[in-house]
């Protein structure tokens, strides 16, 4: 799991993907979630 990060400006973007597998996987799903959490 390696997370593209890009900051700006008054915003993170953070992509997630799990190269290995294709794509998305519940840990990737799971991570989304918990840095959804910090979003106020």
Do not use: S
């Amino acid at each position: 799991h390696h997370p593209d990060i890009d900051i700006r400006w008054c915003t993170i973007t953070v992509r997630l993907t799990t190269h290995d597998a294709g794509g998305l996987t519940e840990a990737d799903l799971e991570v989304a979630k918990k840095i959804d959490t910090l979003v106020d």
